[in-house]
């Protein structure tokens, strides 16, 4: 019945936290999973747990548990909490050991303090990074991201808005991979791509509609090693 499957549900993940104490992987999809059962597990793996995976609402309290895990170095979070407040979002920068990191969703005041995150790179590790449709996403904000991301191999971004901003991809010398997603992104980045990114081996400008035979341009001059 439908009550049994959400009794079993609201409990699964403590019985996992409880019978499975190897385990290194968490994956929360759009299920209706009860908030504390996510706590307490988090709590419980915080310094075992490697890489989590969160489309499901956490609470403030929740997220908070979410960045004391301390080994984590992989983090899929894709917001459903429009109340977190937008101070706690830098505190996924405790989170020194990720590699790779997907951030989706974020609203307003919470995307003003994305950037707080990498801050005097606090992520050094960070190799991959995704970025979709974080609301009011401004060039000032994303340049300090890709600023303090210089060690990047891959990175990726959606954003309908956005139009400037990426020039800082320049500072990205390491990337192999580059996806944009971005309608209203200019030729101009392009030329800071094609000038520094030497090593981009898979470029996916999809959805830059705006971007014409310029950038095409700007890109084959310098991308050599494009597949």
């Known amino acids: 019945s439908q009550m049994c499957r959400r009794d079993r549900t609201n409990v699964v993940v403590s019985i996992i936290a409880g019978g499975c104490p190897n385990i290194v992987h968490l994956e929360l999809r759009y299920f209706a999973f009860d908030d504390e059962d996510i706590r307490m597990f988090l709590q419980k793996k915080k310094h075992t747990l490697l890489s989590i995976y969160i489309r499901c609402y956490l609470s403030t309290l929740t997220y908070q548990a979410l960045t004391q895990c301390v080994e984590l170095e992989k983090l899929w979070y894709e917001n ?19 590699r790779e990191l997907s951030i989706l969703y974020l609203k307003g005041a919470q995307t003003g303090n994305l950037h707080k995150i990498f801050m005097n790179k606090a992520l050094p590790h960070l190799t991959k990074l995704k970025i979709h449709f974080c609301e009011n996403l401004d060039p000032q904000t994303l340049e300090k991201i890709l600023k303090n991301c210089s060690h990047l191999k891959s990175f990726e971004i959606a954003d309908s808005n956005l139009e400037a901003g990426l020039e800082a991809l320049g500072g990205c010398s390491e990337l192999e991979e580059l996806t944009i997603e971005c309608c209203s992104l200019k030729d101009e980045t392009m030329k800071h791509v094609g000038s520094s990114c030497h090593k981009i081996k898979s470029l996916d400008l999809s959805f830059c509609q705006s971007l014409t035979e310029k950038a095409v341009e700007y890109i084959c001059s310098g991308c050599s090693q494009l597949e």
């Open 80 to 98: 459903s909490n429009n109340a977190l407040p937008s101070g706690y979002v830098e505190n996924l920068s405790n989170l020194s050991k990720l």
